[in-house]
């Protein structure tokens, strides 16, 4: 089978490299000048010492004049030094940019990831393409930052066959004395036969070459479970909350090590290995082998035209440099011309995954900033599947509810409760039917303006790794005062007194060894603070506090009730004694609402989804010797 890069035309990959080059010059155009800069000074340096040196031996074989002498090796000295600096200021100028282009390109992916759609963030294949970015990054910096060695490379080279060109010259000018029997070197056809040749076995080395480096650039997709071994069962032993699993349960031992074994990307006998052993290195080694042709080529012409009196000693040292810089020039041309085409079925996932349309960001209509915060959202026969799936998630869904309500959604595990709020907050669209805010399709308002409406504690919420006051205002600068009290509504004001840099502690370790740990209990106090310091109008809570207890979560939801005042407020629960305060209870199953009403209303149906929940619930709990009444519960 052969690989995408064989399938690219040149043209598409030097498309391709010219997009990513625009990419890197919008972001960081010093980057090209420092490469620039450092690329020609390293072509240069070395042609300014072998002219200067021939100029020497050209003395030390003629007239020996202590005076000349002196002033080309005083000239020679100081040229070199000269160059040598300003190559290495170059170089250390390049370098620094060249190392900042690291985070340059990861917050390419990063801005890009988290401008995505929910529903394309969510899909597998999305990740499994971003995967194989970061393992052609790690492989061999292939992708976006691999074309800015290229440029330094293309400019070297195109400097390094100039200055070649320029120095070499005036050896297919200058003639053989007529009676030195070799007067026939002087034929034009003899120089065009040398030139050819010397192009010839330049173009046969870098073929060659290339050739060797597409079997490696073609193993770089192949090697992708490997690299995620590496990766995941790697980062498994550093991970200290999974240190006490790997110990306990020998995970290492048992579950790493068989895996890596099982497979074979970068142990002895991989094909990789048996690549390099074969097939690439045997196409490396010709291009070694190709290039000394070359060289002896080169060492045979330019002797026999300076043993024919042509020019001097001092000359062939000259020539021989020039033209094996020139060809060396034009080899690592045509090396590099190659590698960008192998280069381009790396770029071609990193275009893939920077070219996901964003459908969600297409609305135009601002909502309105009502004092009020009248809102009403409707579904209106809203069914939804995900991607890639047949099977409905949600199905002809019906439901309104107003500004100020208090809305219970509850039902058995699966039954479509997140999916419901995802849709809500507008992480999905619908794939079928509509939501309308204010009577308006909500894919007609601005995306973010929509989502600024919602604010939400999610089952499976996320604290980063930041100062807590930053955690609750979710920005750098923010309302201190503000974050206090949304603290303390949040019942954490006990604990906040008791960190040793108050709202200015960073929570966790993860880049502070001074972080502080928190408990289940008080993460989720600080998310429901955070969901109330955004002040949205609608604020839910999709089951944050799964992991308590049935009395531990009624406490916090009736706490939150009193904290919401005038917003309108979500519930999510599978434990419908949590919600019975709430205007109205919407009951699913199987992706569909099978009941609507307050709780009384719904308990008092005997043969509903409803009673059979609570009643099953209430006996679970009635068995507990601690438990009270059903009622109770």
């Known amino acids: 089978m052969k690989s995408e890069s064989e399938k690219l035309t040149w043209r598409k990959a030097w498309k391709m490299n010219l997009r990513a080059w625009s990419i890197w010059w919008k972001l960081r155009p010093s980057v090209f000048l420092s490469a620039l800069a450092s690329s020609v000074m390293k072509a240069v340096t070395p042609y300014v010492t072998i002219y200067l040196s021939a100029r020497i031996l050209d003395e030390l074989a003629g007239s020996r004049r202590p005076d000349e002498l002196f002033r080309w090796v005083v000239l020679t000295l100081a040229c070199t030094a000269v160059c040598t600096l300003l190559q290495s200021l170059a170089a250390r100028w390049s370098s620094c940019e060249m190392s900042s282009t690291y985070p340059e390109e990861e917050h390419i992916y990063i801005k890009k990831m988290t401008r995505l759609d929910y529903a394309d963030m969510d899909r597998q294949a999305v990740h499994v393409l971003y995967s194989q970015i970061l393992q052609n990054k790690n492989w061999s910096s292939w992708g976006i930052r691999k074309t800015l060695y290229y440029f330094e490379e293309l400019v070297g080279a195109a400097a390094q066959i100039l ?8 050896l297919f000018l200058l003639k053989v004395p007529q009676e030195s029997g070799f007067a026939f070197v002087n034929h034009p056809l003899i120089a065009a036969a040398m030139l050819a040749l010397m192009l010839l076995i330049a173009v046969a080395a870098s073929l060659c070459s290339n050739r060797g480096n597409r079997y490696w ?88 035209k300076a043993w024919a009196g042509a020019f001097g000693a001092g000359s062939v040292t000259q020539y021989v440099g020039a033209i094996t810089q020139l060809f060396r020039g034009i080899s690592r041309l045509l090396e590099i011309m190659g590698e960008i085409r192998s ?30 915060r009248n809102y009403t959202i409707e579904f209106r026969d809203v069914s939804f599947r995900y991607p890639d799936t047949d099977r409905w998630a949600l199905r002809h869904v019906n439901l309104t509810f107003r500004v100020g309500s208090r809305l219970a959604v509850v039902g058995k595990n699966g039954s479509g409760k997140t999916t419901f709020i995802k849709l809500l907050c507008r992480l999905y669209d619908p794939t079928e039917g509509e939501i309308l805010l204010n009577g308006i399709d909500v894919r007609k308002y601005r995306y973010d303006d929509y989502l600024a409406l919602f604010s939400v504690v999610f089952q499976d919420f996320r604290l980063p790794s930041l100062p807590l006051g930053e955690n609750v205002a979710g920005r750098a600068e923010y309302d201190r005062d503000r974050a206090r009290r949304c603290l303390t509504d949040a019942g954490f004001r006990e604990r906040l007194e008791s960190l040793p840099h108050g709202l200015d502690t960073i929570l966790y370790k993860d880049l502070d060894d001074s972080g502080v ?15 109330l310091y955004k002040d949205a109008p609608f604020i839910i809570l999709d089951e944050p506090t799964a992991a308590l207890d049935p009395v531990a979560e009624a406490e916090i939801y009736s706490r939150f009730n009193d904290i919401v005042t005038d917003k309108t407020a979500v519930y999510i629960s599978h434990r419908l004694s949590s919600c019975k305060f709430c205007d109205e209870i919407a009951v699913f199953d199987e992706g569909g609402i099978v009941q609507q009403g307050p709780h009384d209303a719904l308990l008092a149906d005997a043969a509903g989804l409803y009673r059979s929940l609570w009643d099953a619930q209430a006996q679970y709990y009635a068995d507990r010797p601690d438990a009270g009444t059903a009622a109770d519960i």
């Not at 048992?254 to 142990?267: A, E, I, L, Q, T």
Request: overall charge positive; hydrophobic content about 40%.
């Open 343 to 372: 280069n381009a079925d790396f770029l071609q996932d990193s275009f893939r995954f920077l070219d996901l349309p964003n459908r969600m960001y297409q609305g135009s209509l601002t909502t309105e900033k009502r004092a009020d």
């Open 217 to 304: 650039s073609r193993y770089a997709s192949e090697a992708r479970l490997g690299n995620r071994f590496f990766g995941f069962y790697g980062y498994m032993s550093f991970d200290r909350k999974r240190a006490a699993d790997l110990r306990l349960y020998r995970q290492q031992e048992n579950v790493c090590r068989v895996y890596f074994k099982r497979d074979r990307s970068f142990v002895t006998g991989s094909p990789i290995a048996k690549m390099a052993k074969g097939p690439m290195g045997l196409w490396s080694a010709l291009s070694q082998c190709v290039t000394a042709v070359l060289t002896g080529a080169v060492y045979a012409f330019v002797c026999l």
């Open 517 to 531: 740990d928190l408990s289940g209990g008080e993460a989720q106090k600080v998310a429901i603070a955070r969901a």
């Open 163 to 170: 200055g070649g060109a320029g120095l070499s010259v005036s």
